[in-house]
């Protein structure tokens, strides 16, 4: 279903931007799959004041009073040991980029860490960027998706994807079998409101390796999820398998009905795909928790509320709401939460683009 991931900008000295973003679990982009995600206008900036030393010196605006210091030869095998462990993306970002110099880097976010918002994708994609990495959009993304399995997070490519290509006013429709995409316009009427549940998750500790596994599982026996049909599915034997294969093959035709459904404007439709969603992935796919299931139920009781389900790669983090304009007042939700809209990704928002 849609999602909300992360852009990027540059001024002044070196400066990275990426946008976060609301999605659909990363499970289908490598199950060859269907996303819808976009980028919104949340992110991380990465200022680099470059100063020919062989080294950066990092700080963060998430972890004040730290500071980390990465040499621009980083070896590689002490990526993963590195401390504190938010500077372990950074250095795999080094060691795959390869700047040709060092200097002091200041990370700045406007994302609440652990919230389902892409925030490390986020990170990646500015550091790609002010780096002076190359390419389109998919380079980028491979890249970034490499830093993050080097740190142990099994990551697929949609995140760094849209943050890399995503355009304003639009949707990003993805297909990972044939890693073609295709912008799909965001309807005038459509409001989008993340809400925050207050419940943090680290992909590194939480169940989400294990529904990787289990997808892989599945793969194994029917063929990649994304391609597979429910016929496929009902051929599963083992009863778990089944649920998560049934997941993955019921989002991405949900996906296909909720691009068709933004295109025709019909909102009503988009939301009660949103709805059914957030269904599968409670039931069948297990990646919700009691708070997000509670949340859910109380915003989509609320008048002018059309759809809401979980984001991210679930077990904590935020929920996203479609409504109709002025249907949430964010200062009675008793939660964080934002009002988002479709941005230019950080291709689009390079000078001279």
């Given amino acids: ?72 030869d980083v070896d590689a095998d ?73 740190i142990g997070v099994p990551v697929g490519l949609m995140d760094p994807l849209v943050c890399a290509g995503g355009n304003s006013g639009h949707a990003l429709l993805i297909d990972f079998a044939s890693l073609d995409t295709r912008p799909v316009p965001i309807p005038t009427g459509a409001e989008f409101i993340v809400v925050d549940s207050g419940q943090r998750r680290d992909l590194r500790i939480s169940p989400y390796g294990t529904r990787v596994a289990e997808c892989e599982a599945a793969t194994a026996i029917i063929g990649p999820l994304g391609l597979a049909t429910e016929a496929d599915v009902i051929g599963l034997r083992d009863s778990l398998l089944r649920r998560r294969a049934r997941h993955v093959v019921s989002e991405c035709s949900r996906v296909r009905a909720y691009a068709s459904a933004l295109s025709e404007g019909d909102l009503h439709v988009a939301g009660l795909l949103m709805d059914e969603s957030h269904h599968s992935l409670s039931d069948g796919f297990e990646a919700t928790t009691p708070e997000l299931d509670d949340l859910v139920g109380d915003l989509r009781s ?52």
């Fill in 1 to 72: 279903m849609l999602i909300l991931l992360p852009l990027l900008a540059i001024p002044v000295t070196i400066k990275g931007y990426s946008e976060a973003t609301w999605q659909d679990p990363q499970i289908v982009d490598y199950n060859q799959g269907l996303a819808l995600p976009m980028a919104i206008g949340l992110g991380v900036t990465v200022d680099f004041e470059r100063t020919g030393v062989d080294r950066f010196e990092i700080t963060s605006d998430a972890y004040p009073g730290d500071l980390v210091t990465v040499p621009l």
């Fill in 78 to 150: 002490v990526i993963v040991d590195l401390e504190p462990a938010w500077a372990r993306l950074f250095a795999a970002m080094v060691f795959l980029a390869r700047p040709v110099v060092g200097g002091r880097i200041r990370i700045t976010t406007t994302l609440p860490r652990g919230s389902g918002l892409s925030s490390s994708a986020a990170l990646a994609v500015a550091l790609a960027d002010a780096f002076g990495v190359d390419g389109d959009a998919l380079v980028i993304a491979r890249m970034c998706q490499a830093a993050e399995h080097r």
């Fill in 302 to 353: 609320r008048p002018g509320v059309l759809g809401v389900r979980m984001t991210g790669a679930g077990f904590g983090g935020c929920v996203v709401v479609l409504g109709e304009p002025g249907s949430l007042d964010l200062a009675t939700l008793g939660a964080r939460a934002w009002r988002v809209a479709p941005y230019d990704g950080t291709l689009a928002r390079r000078p001279g683009r």
